[in-house]
């Protein structure tokens, strides 16, 4: 049985992906501040000892991981010169934390050939109005995934970088837009990439809102 560890998969594309992982029987551990209806293991990405007892959980009790999905993130926004949120958590959930995450489990990462998915944006790639901080920091995934897929290259181990545009999901706290993609169609479009070969690696891939 394949085991898969996601990162927020508590809600939104995250949850969408560890439903089709239990439909495919892999086990499903979800690392996030809330539970979720696979096995828990309560995290906190903005917390350094939190995050550190994680990795000890990990490393004794689901040391045999196949799969790591990066997925955890929050998307505050407000233009520069007002921006009141906690630029410094927004950072911390969305790219240190997961540095630190995948630093620490780097040694059983390349032990088990485990296949890296970091969940981007199109914000990763450019910038966008009231997404000043938000871009920054998924520009800092980009350049993670960039620098470990050249660390890598000779290793077993695909890393991928996906890449969606604007879809439904928690970020937008609950607020439905039409139009927008939806969570399930992308999990299933990043299942289908991980069913492909180990010899084929989908090292980024953008999904664009199109409007119909």
Avoid: W
Avoid at 156 to 166: E, L
């Amino acid at each position: 049985m394949k085991k898969v560890l996601i990162t927020g998969a508590s809600s939104g594309l995250g949850l969408e992906i560890g439903k089709l992982c239990e439909k495919k029987k892999f086990q499903v551990i979800n690392l996030s501040r809330n539970k979720s209806p696979f096995q828990d293991i309560i995290v906190d990405l903005s917390d350094n000892e939190s995050i550190s007892k994680t990795v000890e959980f990990v490393k004794k009790n689901h040391p045999d991981f196949d799969i790591l999905i990066l997925n955890s993130g929050i998307m505050p926004l407000e233009k520069v010169g007002q921006i009141e949120f906690d630029i410094d958590n927004l950072f911390k959930i969305n790219i240190v934390g997961t540095i630190k995450l995948v630093n620490e489990l780097f040694t059983l990462i390349k032990k088990n050939k485990t296949d890296l998915v970091f969940v981007g944006s199109t914000a990763s790639l450019k910038g966008s109005d009231k997404h000043s901080t938000y871009c920054a920091s998924k520009h800092a995934v980009e350049g993670f995934i960039r620098s470990l897929q050249v660390e890598l290259k000779n290793e077993p181990i695909r890393v991928i970088g996906f890449h969606p545009g604007g879809f439904n999901s928690n970020l937008r706290e609950g607020i439905i837009k039409e139009g927008y993609m939806e969570s399930k169609d992308l999990a299933t479009l990043m299942m289908d990439i991980l069913d492909l070969p180990k010899t084929m690696e989908v090292s980024e891939i953008v999904i664009n809102r199109k409007k119909t």
